[in-house]
């Protein structure tokens, strides 16, 4: 049963970087599936970030691309999301995730709550 | 880039009721590419539906998805009081890559 987790700081500075990592247990990142970030606006909507898979290939959403990174570390078999430059627009429950376009997201963190705050 | 609208916004039924919602795409999108998701509050989303009609590993058959081209439906058979949720659907778009989701309908108890 794989299971992800999310982890990193709660409260990020505006225009600083805010930085997640989502550990993997249970299944393998270099085995394959898209590994991807999604958040979610208090009270509001889904919006996903961006995805990678294992080999480092990524697409991010255009309306964020010029702000995101996302990265894998197979060894630890973690994967990563920075986004730069943050206001108080970031603020929202972020949700690592994993999932093929065939396939749908079939597997879910717990989401960690992002506020964006001096 | 695709648009993904679903309606109704709120959907008030009565457990025992069918309930029927909507995904409409502001252009053709792959049906192998369509997917459903149910979210309750404090809760991570859970795939319901994929390929527009196929259940995800251990959801109740009473959840059936259909649907082409830039009209979805998500239909709950036979409406359960855990079914209660709001729910969202999501394509995956080629050109360029990537995923949109709807706005969410969320299904309230009469």
């Known amino acids: 049963q794989v299971q992800l987790q999310e982890s990193g700081p709660g409260l990020v500075k505006p225009s600083e970087t805010l930085s997640l990592t989502c550990t993997v247990s249970?299944?393998?990142?270099?085995?394959?599936?898209?590994w991807g970030w999604i958040r979610q606006p208090p009270g509001k909507g889904l919006e996903w970030i961006g995805s990678?898979?294992?080999?480092?290939?990524?697409y991010y959403n255009p309306s964020l691309k010029s702000r995101v990174t996302i990265s894998v570390d197979t060894s630890k078999n973690q994967f990563s999301l920075k986004l730069t430059s943050v206001t108080a627009a970031d603020r929202a429950v972020y949700y690592c995730?994993?999932?093929?376009?065939?396939?749908?997201?079939?597997?879910w963190g717990q989401g960690t709550l992002v506020t964006v705050s001096s | 880039e695709i648009v993904l609208t679903q309606s109704p916004g709120t959907l008030s039924l009565s457990p025992g009721e069918r309930a029927t919602l909507s995904c409409r795409a502001s252009?053709?999108?792959?049906?192998?590419?369509l997917a459903w998701y149910q979210q309750k509050p404090g809760q991570a989303p859970r795939l319901l539906i994929y390929?527009?009609?196929s259940r995800a590993t251990g959801i109740p058959d009473r959840f059936s998805g259909s649907g082409s081209g830039t009209d979805f439906t998500l239909t709950i058979s036979r409406l359960e009081p855990e079914d209660f949720a709001v729910y969202y659907c999501?394509?995956?778009?080629?050109?360029?890559?990537?995923?949109?989701f709807g706005q969410g309908t969320k299904l309230e108890i009469k």
């Open positions: 995730a994993r999932g093929t376009s065939a396939t749908g997201t079939d597997a």
């Open positions: 249970g299944y393998s990142i270099s085995s394959g599936y898209y």
């Open positions: 990678i898979y294992h080999s480092g290939s990524t």
């Open positions: 252009q053709s999108v792959s049906s192998s590419y």
């Open positions: 390929g527009a009609s």
């Open positions: 999501q394509q995956f778009g080629t050109s360029p890559p990537g995923y949109t």
